[in-house]
């Protein structure tokens, strides 16, 4: 920041959608890419709530190896139909060094998990590739430790960085994570990177996301990152915390009570 007095903007895929301090970014779709149809029918619903990026996990980092681990490179062609029919970039995690490539040839921004924030050559790897990065607070990060893994991407001369508090470990069992809302004034403070949050995989309950949400826009976030699924009853990953149709509709109507969405 002391290099770095005004907030920087990121601009994402062939249709710059701006993630920064003057717009409110809703960032949605499936946890994890399952089929088309489904991939489909959540960028629908996305785009039709005003999300103007569509996320969607094919290579999954679950806490589990019996656990659906993503479609993979098949994943990646998925969310890039997807993206031609709706005009929606993507934004995609990669797991791997080894992947970096293959993920930054379909992808408009890369995520870099909580699993993997503090995998320092995942980290350099990206920063390599020149293309926008979602970096994830890790679970266990410190607010400082999140910025260094940034710093990790920065160095590399990637500065096209947004960085996402999607909520840390704690005692508290009732939440999935506790999400640090402290954490988006204290990192704004420290940092010209924008900010998101992820209301989805820090409460881990549907119920949850539009509160956090209007929690997060109160203390300046700079988006929402949050899973949307059309039968979240049958979903591979995380399906109490994706929001149907209906739940969008009101998340969308709360975001813009507060924040006008880009
Ligand atoms: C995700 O966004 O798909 C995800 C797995 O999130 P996190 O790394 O925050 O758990």
Same mark, same amino acid.
């Given at each position: 920041?002391? !290099? !770095?007095?005004? $907030?920087?903007? @990121?601009?994402?895929?062939?249709?710059?959608?701006?993630?920064?301090?003057?717009?409110?970014?809703?960032?949605?779709?499936?946890?994890? &890419? %399952?089929?088309?149809?489904?991939?489909?029918?959540?960028?629908?619903?996305?785009? #039709?709530?005003?999300?103007?990026?569509?996320?969607?996990?094919?290579?999954?980092?679950?806490?589990?190896?019996?656990?659906?681990?993503?479609?993979?490179?098949?994943?990646?062609?998925?969310?890039?139909? @997807?993206?031609? %029919?709706?005009?929606?970039? =993507? =934004?995609?995690? &990669?797991?791997?060094?080894?992947?970096?490539?293959? =993920?930054?040839?379909?992808?408009? $921004?890369?995520?870099?998990?909580?699993?993997?924030?503090?995998?320092?050559?995942?980290?350099?790897?990206?920063?390599?590739?020149?293309?926008?990065?979602?970096?994830?607070?890790? $679970?266990?990060?410190?607010?400082?430790?999140?910025? $260094?893994?940034?710093?990790?991407?920065?160095?590399?001369?990637? *500065?096209?960085?947004? *960085?996402? %508090?999607?909520?840390?470990?704690?005692?508290?069992?009732?939440?999935?994570?506790? *999400?640090?809302?402290?954490? +988006?004034? +204290?990192? /704004?403070?420290?940092? !010209?990177?924008?900010?998101?949050?992820?209301?989805? !995989?820090?409460?881990?309950?549907?119920? *949850? =996301?539009?509160?956090?949400?209007?929690?997060?826009?109160? @203390?300046?976030?700079?988006?929402?990152?949050?899973?949307? /699924?059309? /039968?979240?009853?049958?979903?591979?990953?995380?399906?109490?915390?994706?929001?149907?149709?209906?739940?969008?509709?009101?998340? #969308?109507?709360?975001?813009?009570?507060?924040?006008?969405?880009?």
């Amino acid at each position: 920041r002391q !290099h !770095h007095p005004d $907030m920087s903007t @990121v601009y994402v895929g062939e249709t710059r959608v701006p993630i920064g301090p003057d717009t409110f970014t809703l960032i949605a779709g499936p946890c994890a &890419v %399952e089929t088309p149809e489904q991939t489909l029918e959540a960028a629908q619903m996305a785009l #039709a709530a005003g999300a103007t990026l569509l996320r969607g996990g094919a290579f999954k980092p679950r806490s589990s190896p019996y656990a659906f681990q993503g479609l993979g490179e098949r994943g990646l062609q998925i969310l890039a139909d @997807v993206r031609a %029919e709706t005009g929606l970039p =993507v =934004v995609t995690e &990669v797991v791997d060094v080894a992947d970096v490539e293959l =993920v930054a040839s379909y992808a408009d $921004m890369l995520q870099i998990g909580t699993r993997n924030a503090q995998n320092f050559t995942l980290l350099q790897a990206v920063g390599d590739i020149g293309k926008p990065v979602m970096l994830k607070r890790g $679970m266990s990060s410190t607010i400082e430790e999140w910025l $260094m893994a940034a710093e990790y991407i920065a160095q590399r001369g990637n *500065l096209d960085i947004v *960085l996402c %508090e999607r909520g840390i470990r704690t005692f508290e069992k009732a939440t999935r994570n506790t *999400l640090d809302i402290a954490a +988006v004034p +204290v990192a /704004h403070d420290l940092s !010209h990177l924008p900010i998101v949050v992820d209301p989805s !995989h820090s409460g881990g309950r549907r119920d *949850l =996301v539009v509160p956090l949400s209007r929690a997060a826009i109160a @203390v300046g976030a700079d988006g929402i990152i949050v899973d949307v /699924h059309p /039968h979240p009853e049958s979903a591979l990953c995380d399906g109490p915390q994706a929001l149907v149709d209906s739940d969008l509709r009101a998340l #969308a109507t709360a975001v813009r009570q507060l924040a006008p969405l880009s």
